[in-house]
């Protein structure tokens, strides 16, 4: 019988998985890491990995993926404050959740954004995040109304400073709480919004109460 997606014992095994890639990626390269060493670090047979997985290529693109959508589901809020019909919300991105989820993550998100060897999660999440701030920014904006800066730079610069500064953070080994983290980049983005950045507001603060409660 067909296991259904959602069902609690696909949820260990896929979180066994991912956890036991994400424990040798520290220590070896992707190309080293067989299907094998994966399953044997799980605790799991070779059988049930390709129950649910082609091969090795195909689980590392699934779990990076489930990665990525795990964060984004946590950190991406519906906004009630904005000047919008109030038939339509907006999804901005909570700093707050975004910290503290990294925070709690801390060793997969440390191997995936500060290894030479996984440049191509920094891709995936830099991507996500500029596809976030592109939709954010065609919600808001006014159409009639020409930017002073190209939408392209204005998410080029934003996001990678917001990705930078996270990779700095791990790598620092998380001096600053996610709670100060949150306040310092809120203070930051605040000039940007006072400079008239027009997606500067996609990003919000903990103390937003139109948002969350914190």
């Given at each position: 019988?067909?296991?259904?997606?959602?069902?609690?014992?696909?949820?260990?095994?896929?979180?066994?998985?991912?956890?036991?890639?994400?424990?040798?990626?520290?220590?070896?390269?992707?190309?080293?890491?067989?299907?094998?060493?994966?399953?044997?670090?799980?605790?799991?047979?070779?059988?049930t990995f390709y129950l649910?997985?082609?091969?090795?290529?195909?689980?590392?693109?699934?779990?990076?993926?489930?990665?990525?959508?795990?964060?984004?589901?946590?950190?991406?809020?519906?906004?009630?404050?904005?000047?919008?019909?109030?038939?339509?919300?907006?999804?901005?991105?909570?700093?707050?959740?975004?910290?503290?989820?990294?925070?709690?993550?801390?060793?997969?998100?440390?191997?995936?954004?500060?290894?030479?060897?996984?440049?191509?999660?920094?891709?995936?999440?830099?991507?996500r995040l500029a596809n976030?701030?592109?939709?954010?920014?065609?919600?808001?904006?006014?159409?009639?109304?020409?930017?002073?800066?190209?939408?392209?730079?204005?998410?080029?610069?934003?996001?990678?400073?917001?990705?930078?500064?996270?990779?700095?953070?791990?790598?620092?080994?998380?001096?600053?709480?996610?709670?100060?983290?949150?306040?310092?980049?809120?203070?930051?983005?605040?000039?940007?919004?006072?400079?008239?950045?027009?997606?500067?507001?996609?990003?919000?603060?903990?103390?937003?109460?139109?948002?969350?409660?914190?």
């Amino acid at each position: 019988m067909a296991v259904n997606k959602t069902d609690p014992r696909v949820i260990k095994t896929r979180n066994s998985l991912r956890k036991a890639l994400v424990y040798l990626m520290r220590r070896e390269k992707i190309e080293d890491i067989s299907v094998q060493k994966i399953t044997e670090t799980a605790s799991i047979t070779r059988g049930t990995f390709y129950l649910h997985y082609k091969d090795k290529h195909d689980f590392i693109k699934s779990a990076i993926k489930e990665i990525l959508d795990d964060f984004f589901d946590e950190v991406m809020v519906d906004s009630r404050d904005l000047s919008l019909s109030t038939e339509r919300t907006v999804q901005v991105f909570s700093v707050n959740k975004a910290f503290r989820y990294i925070e709690n993550n801390a060793d997969v998100f440390d191997v995936l954004l500060n290894s030479e060897k996984t440049d191509f999660f920094y891709e995936q999440m830099y991507d996500r995040l500029a596809n976030c701030l592109t939709d954010y920014y065609e919600t808001v904006s006014d159409s009639q109304k020409q930017s002073s800066v190209p939408l392209q730079l204005q998410v080029s610069f934003i996001d990678s400073a917001f990705l930078g500064l996270v990779r700095h953070w791990l790598m620092d080994g998380m001096i600053y709480t996610a709670h100060y983290m949150t306040q310092s980049v809120e203070k930051m983005f605040n000039q940007f919004n006072s400079a008239n950045v027009a997606i500067a507001g996609f990003f919000v603060g903990g103390k937003d109460s139109a948002l969350e409660d914190v």
